[in-house]
C-alpha cells in the first residue's frame, strides 16, 4: 500500500521500519511483565537478546526448508529482514526461552505465559509493515474486503487488482485470542501455568489454518497444500494435548489437597 514512509525527512522502508518496531515493542513490554514476577532487569535484558537472535536464525532456517528458490538471490546470512518464515523465528523463539530457564532454573510454562503478549503485540507490529509493504497478502478477489495495491497495477494501464489483505486479518485475530489466554492466565488457581500459553499457541495455529487458503504464497504447491495445512494440525493436536494432560494432572493434584 505504502512500501515507503518519509519521516524526518528521510524515505525508510515500511516493511523494515515495522519488523524493528515489533522486536523494539515487544522487548519494552518484556521487562515489566517480567518485573512484575520479581525477575531482575539484567536476567530479562539477557532474554531480550537471546530473543531476535534466535528468532531470526530459525525464521531464515525455516524459510530455506519451505521456499529454497528465494536464496538464488539472497544469501543466508544477509542480515536483512527477508527470507523469513514465522513459525521457524517462534521456533527459535522458544528454544532461546528454554535455554534462558535452563541457565536461571526457572519454569520454561511459566516464562512461555509471560510472553504471549509481548510476542502477540510484535506479531501484530510486523503485520503493519507487511500490509504496507504489500508482502504476505492474500489471493484477488471480487469481495467488499478487497484491497487494491498500487504496486499490482500492469504498464498496460488496466486496474490494479483487489487482493485480501490477510495481513490485517491475522493482526485482527492475534490480538483477538489474547482474551482468552488472558483469562485463562488469570484463573491461576484453575489452571497451571503454562496453560494461557497453550491456549494460546493452539488459537494461533487455528486461525493460521483457517488463513491458510486466502493466502498468495510463493511456495511450491507441497508446501501449500500439504506440509503447512498438516504442520498446523500437528501443532493443534499437540498444544491440546499437552493442555489437557496438564489441566488434568492439576485437577488431581487440587482434589487430593481438599
Known sequence: MKPYLVLFGKTVASYRLFAVLAVILGIIILFPLFSKKKVKAWKTAILAVFLPVFFFIGARLFNIFVNPAAYEDISFFEPEFVGL???????????????????????????????????????????????????????????????????????????????????????????????????VQKKSDRFPEGSAFLVYANLFCIMRL??????????????????????YLILIFISLVIFLFRYIKNLRVNEKEY
Open 85 to 183: 518464515s514465522i513459525y521457524g523465528g517462534f521456533s527459535g523463539a522458544l528454544l532461546a526461552v528454554a535455554l534462558w530457564c535452563l541457565l536461571f532454573r526457572v519454569s520454561v510454562f511459566g516464562i512461555l505465559d509471560l510472553c504471549i503478549v509481548p510476542a502477540a503485540i510484535s506479531f501484530a507490529t510486523a503485520r503493519i509493515g507487511c500490509f504496507l509493504n504489500g508482502c504476505c497478502s492474500g489471493k484477488f478477489t471480487s469481495s467488499i474486503f478487497g484491497v487494491v495495491y498500487p504496486k499490482f497495477a500492469d504498464a498496460g494501464g488496466l486496474a490494479s487488482y483487489p487482493v485480501l489483505p490477510t495481513q490485517l486479518f491475522e493482526l485482527t485475530f492475534a490480538v483477538i485470542i489474547l482474551v482468552p489466554a488472558l483469562v
Open 210 to 231: 483457517l488463513i491458510l487458503p486466502f493466502r498468495r504464497l510463493p511456495y511450491e504447491p507441497w508446501v501449500k497444500n500439504y506440509f503447512y495445512p498438516a504442520f
